[in-house]
């Protein structure tokens, strides 16, 4: 926002939406550096919906933080690998997604 955007489409909306509204709220609100550092502490969340190929990651984490089933993918993708799976768990974990 602070380069011109007026919004986003974002991965990280399917499973941190409160995450996202929080920083554009604070940046429409004038509170720049509070939506900076709620930005940088985003960074990880969104870096494990791209700990592998989009969509994999987040069709696993939306099943995670939900609980509704959103299916494995379809070929050529595959079920995330259990090492990354385990990861990205780590992350939802740490952001209260995941109990």
């Known amino acids: 926002m602070s380069v011109g955007a007026t919004g986003l489409i974002s991965v990280l ?3 941190g939406g409160g995450i996202l509204q929080d920083v554009m709220q604070a940046y429409e609100d004038g ?19 791209f700990i592998e190929t989009n969509p994999i990651p987040v069709k696993a984490a939306v099943t ?7 299916g494995q993918p379809r070929l050529p993708l595959t079920p995330m690998e259990p090492a990354n799976k385990a ?9 209260g997604l995941v109990k």
């Open 64 to 70: 995670l933080v939900t609980g509704i089933d959103s």
């Open 13 to 15: 909306s399917n499973i």
């Open 31 to 49: 509170r720049v550096r509070e939506a900076a550092k709620l930005n940088a502490r985003m960074v990880p969340l969104a870096n494990a919906m």
């Open 87 to 95: 990861k990205m768990v780590a992350v939802l974990q740490e952001y």
